[in-house]
């Protein structure tokens, strides 16, 4: 088969737009769907603080933003937390110096151990069951307190298309109708809430095509899968996804488009209830936030 665009041989054939690609068009169509993202939401001159969990995704956000840093002006720093996951996050961490050095850029690598006093292992041993929601809380907090002290106009975080269909899939499943209307393609920073925002540069991608990228661009990646996401239900909705998208054109896209559709139309209700931790001083929605609460309990034991 043939490139759609030129003459050369096809690499790939991406269902979405019916079209081949060669190895340099696709390399452009790949940088297309990020450059639309960044001109959509006017993400120019910015500082950029990029959370990467040394995997495929990340690795591949991280090389679009390096290559459209000049054209956007964009100052971009490699984020990474080592959570303490045996097996898991030593090798991720590596990965994540090696392509930094590679992309000549400083990674800022904090450690939970030494961060918050014990590791996502920790936490699985004390309260004998999955990890995920407190990972993902400690995530989500140290994230946004790094972004905020460095004076980070944004988070960026490696979430493809799938995984946004996943996650409103799963918010539905377990009714976290919340979660689902408040999960949107940007959040703006809110500098008076200590809050900012993430943007999703490979929202218009899908992970086919970031693992094709990753293999034409020979970007190393850990390849690990995390040992507590293993049978966690986001995986069923992102199979549903990729089904989806195998036997209907354009299917995850279009799910995604209805489904922001559905939530302008629901007014917002604004967070009367957001204050200040009183031991850290972030915003939290009780008297003392959860992250400082999962703190007090799993750095004492
Ligand atoms: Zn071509
Ligand atoms: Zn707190």
Redesign the pocket.
Known sequence: M???????P?ITFIRRVKKY??????LQFVLKQVRRYLEKHGIRRKKILIAVSGGKDSMVMLHTLKMLSEDFKLDITPFYINLGITGYSDPCESVVREVSEELELTPIIISLREYAGYTIDDAARIERKKPCSTCGTVKRYITNRIAYEGGYDYVATGHTMIDEFAFALHNLYSGSIDTFLRSYEITDTRKDLKLVGRIKPLYYLLESETLTYAIVNKIKYCNLECPYAQGHPTQVHKEIGLMGEYRLQGYVQRILSSLNKLKKMIPERPDNNIRFCKICGYPTVTDICKYCRLKAKFSRE
């Not at 043939?2 to 050369?8: A, D, F, L, V």
């Not at 690609?21 to 696709?26: A, D, L, P, R, T």
């Open positions: 043939k490139c759609s665009m030129c003459n050369r096809a690609f060669c190895e340099e068009h696709f």
